[in-house]
């Protein structure tokens, strides 16, 4: 594995490999000393051709945790904003020796692009691309998953997760989707027909209308942002109807199984797709995809970056 | 094999004025099934099992990048820590002595035992480090080119030890 661009490029194997590893990890950051010497002297940079908090943080708290040095790059403040290429910018930090280059673009495809040109000799990670995929999130949701539920096994087999909401602009559910049915889970997508895209049919998952329908079915209830910034047009009729159908709130909290926890990739819109008090419940595991997102980045790192790219 | 763990355990013991000081610490794989080994024969000796525990040192290794990357094993820290305890490292096999500059730095990371001791199933010389065991089930004089294997029963089905000629 040199590259990570999508979820469908990988194994079954080659996932859970990603989440041992990951659990292996989350010893040491458990621990006292957080610093560990393996890709001492290694650059990694964050081109971030986007907006982001979480990915950004997470991936540099990954990269320093294992001694890396970090670059971060964003588009506003940067030659990007004067009208530079991704050739021209790949091509600079190529010549700065860049071992590493986590890749978030507006555009579907940008991390591939960069990866099959011969622009940098380096890995190219994705951490989102337009509306296509976002791998480490779906790693980091399988993880939080497993540990949560998996009972110890090594897949996701038994499990049903329903993914609620903005399935239409969402990478973070395209790159769930594939994984976590690569993982032997059962995924039932619920959004209102608008929001689901065109070939949904053609998804190894179940599709409903209705959210109380399968809110007492699943295991996890994963909760989309509501992505405004896409949304040229109306895709519903207004806020308030839309968290009436698809929103999580006390009543939906109430009606889940015992066991069943709450998911959200960030960031949340409060009150429009989940309400407060759902967020913060006991139920609620959204903080910790925060922390397992360190880890599981580690895990991903440690698997690029640590050993020869010769063999 | 089974007298050799007898004999070490037996020198940890004497050595350390008993087990209540001691934690051992297996590097993974066969140094943490020989630790377990020597464990079960310090509880057989003292009627009480020592702090007994495994250390992975994948993520402290100097020869990472030579290498395709490798699955991460446990590390399991028994309840009393290592700080100030007498830590007693074990391994099947001391060659250049590269993993135990490893486990010392992982072991740095974790907190200060009072003293770090080396246990090794067999010592087979050609050392590109200072560093020396305390307790030596074996030293078998090999050249380069030669390799050995350390056999358990727990994984292997057969307790032994096999020296083959490699390739020159």
């Given at each position: 594995?040199?590259?990570?661009?999508?979820i469908?490029?990988?194994?079954?194997?080659?996932?859970?490999?990603?989440l041992?590893?990951?659990?292996?990890?989350?010893?040491?950051?458990?621990?006292?000393?957080?610093?560990?010497?393996?890709?001492?002297?290694?650059?990694?940079?964050?081109?971030?051709?986007?907006?982001?908090?979480?990915?950004?943080?997470?991936?540099?708290?990954?990269?320093?945790?294992?001694?890396?040095?970090?670059?971060?790059?964003?588009?506003?403040?940067?030659?990007?904003?004067?009208?530079?290429?991704?050739?021209?910018?790949?091509?600079?930090?190529?010549?700065?020796?860049?071992?590493?280059?986590?890749?978030?673009?507006?555009?579907?495809?940008?991390?591939?692009?960069?990866?099959?040109?011969?622009?940098?000799?380096?890995?190219?990670?994705?951490?989102?691309?337009?509306?296509?995929?976002h791998p480490s999130q779906a790693l980091l949701d399988a993880f939080t998953i497993r540990r949560n539920?998996?009972?110890?096994?090594?897949?996701l087999?038994?499990?049903?997760v329903?993914i609620?909401?903005?399935?239409?602009?969402?990478?973070v559910a395209?790159s769930n989707?594939?994984l976590l049915?690569?993982l032997?889970a059962?995924?039932?997508?619920?959004?209102?027909?608008?929001?689901?895209?065109?070939?949904?049919?053609?998804?190894?998952?179940?599709?409903?209308?209705?959210?109380?329908?399968?809110?007492?079915?699943?295991?996890v209830?994963m909760?989309?942002?509501?992505?405004?910034?896409?949304?040229?047009?109306?895709?519903?009729?207004?806020?308030?109807?839309?968290?009436?159908?698809?929103?999580?709130?006390?009543?939906?909290?109430?009606?889940?199984?015992?066991?069943?926890i709450?998911m959200h990739p960030?960031?949340?819109?409060?009150?429009?797709?989940?309400?407060?008090?759902?967020?913060?419940?006991?139920?609620?595991v959204?903080?910790q995809q925060?922390?397992n997102g360190?880890?599981v980045?580690?895990?991903?790192?440690?698997?690029?970056?640590?050993?020869?790219?010769?063999? | 094999?089974?007298?050799?763990?007898?004999?070490?355990?037996?020198?940890?013991?004497?050595?350390?004025?008993?087990?209540?000081?001691?934690?051992?610490?297996?590097?993974?794989?066969?140094?943490?099934?020989?630790?377990?080994?020597?464990?079960?024969?310090?509880?057989?000796?003292?009627?009480?099992?020592?702090?007994?525990?495994?250390?992975?040192?994948?993520?402290?290794?100097?020869?990472?990048?030579?290498?395709?990357?490798?699955?991460?094993?446990?590390?399991?820290?028994?309840?009393?820590?290592?700080?100030?305890?007498?830590?007693?490292?074990?391994?099947?096999?001391?060659?250049?002595?590269?993993?135990?500059?490893?486990?010392?730095?992982?072991?740095?990371?974790?907190?200060?035992?009072?003293?770090?001791?080396?246990?090794?199933?067999?010592?087979?010389?050609?050392?590109?480090?200072?560093?020396?065991?305390?307790?030596?089930?074996?030293?078998?004089?090999?050249?380069?080119?030669?390799?050995?294997?350390?056999?358990?029963?727990?994984?292997?089905?057969?307790?032994?030890?096999?020296?083959?000629?490699?390739?020159?």
């Amino acid at each position: 594995m040199r590259h990570l661009l999508s979820i469908a490029d990988l194994s079954a194997a080659q996932a859970i490999q990603i989440l041992d590893t990951a659990e292996e990890l989350s010893r040491v950051s458990d621990g006292p000393m957080k610093k560990l010497p393996t890709l001492r002297g290694r650059t990694i940079v964050n081109l971030f051709a986007e907006d982001s908090t979480r990915t950004r943080i997470s991936f540099e708290a990954a990269a320093k945790r294992l001694s890396a040095d970090v670059i971060n790059f964003s588009a506003k403040g940067s030659s990007v904003s004067k009208g530079e290429s991704l050739k021209d910018t790949a091509q600079t930090l190529q010549a700065m020796g860049a071992d590493a280059v986590i890749i978030r673009h507006s555009a579907s495809g940008a991390a591939q692009r960069l990866a099959d040109s011969q622009w940098m000799t380096g890995s190219v990670i994705n951490a989102g691309d337009g509306t296509h995929e976002h791998p480490s999130q779906a790693l980091l949701d399988a993880f939080t998953i497993r540990r949560n539920l998996a009972h110890g096994g090594s897949d996701l087999t038994g499990i049903h997760v329903a993914i609620v909401g903005d399935i239409l602009h969402s990478r973070v559910a395209r790159s769930n989707v594939l994984l976590l049915t690569k993982l032997g889970a059962q995924v039932t997508l619920v959004a209102p027909p608008t929001l689901l895209p065109t070939g949904v049919e053609s998804w190894p998952v179940s599709v409903a209308y209705n959210f109380d329908d399968v809110i007492d079915k699943v295991d996890v209830v994963m909760m989309l942002r509501i992505q405004l910034e896409r949304m040229s047009e109306l895709f519903f009729p207004n806020a308030r109807e839309y968290s009436h159908y698809f929103g999580l709130n006390r009543d939906r909290l109430k009606a889940m199984k015992p066991s069943a926890i709450v998911m959200h990739p960030g960031p949340m819109n409060r009150g429009l797709e989940i309400t407060a008090d759902s967020a913060d419940s006991a139920r609620s595991v959204i903080l910790q995809q925060v922390t397992n997102g360190v880890t599981v980045r580690m895990a991903i790192l440690y698997l690029l970056l640590a050993g020869s790219q010769e063999l | 094999m089974e007298r050799a763990i007898t004999r070490i355990s037996h020198e940890i013991l004497e050595r350390n004025s008993g087990s209540d000081s001691i934690t051992l610490l297996g590097i993974p794989t066969r140094g943490a099934h020989l630790a377990a080994r020597i464990a079960s024969k310090i509880e057989a000796i003292e009627g009480r099992s020592p702090q007994c525990g495994t250390l992975d040192i994948t993520l402290h290794r100097d020869d990472l990048r030579m290498r395709p990357p490798r699955a991460l094993m446990p590390t399991t820290i028994p309840s009393l820590g290592v700080e100030n305890r007498n830590v007693i490292l074990v391994d099947d096999v001391l060659f250049s002595g590269r993993t135990i500059r490893a486990a010392l730095d992982a072991l740095g990371e974790i907190g200060r035992p009072a003293s770090v001791q080396l246990a090794v199933l067999v010592d087979r010389g050609h050392r590109q480090l200072p560093i020396r065991a305390d307790y030596v089930g074996k030293n078998l004089p090999t050249s380069l080119t030669q390799i050995i294997k350390v056999h358990f029963t727990e994984l292997d089905g057969v307790d032994e030890v096999t020296l083959e000629e490699g390739l020159a």
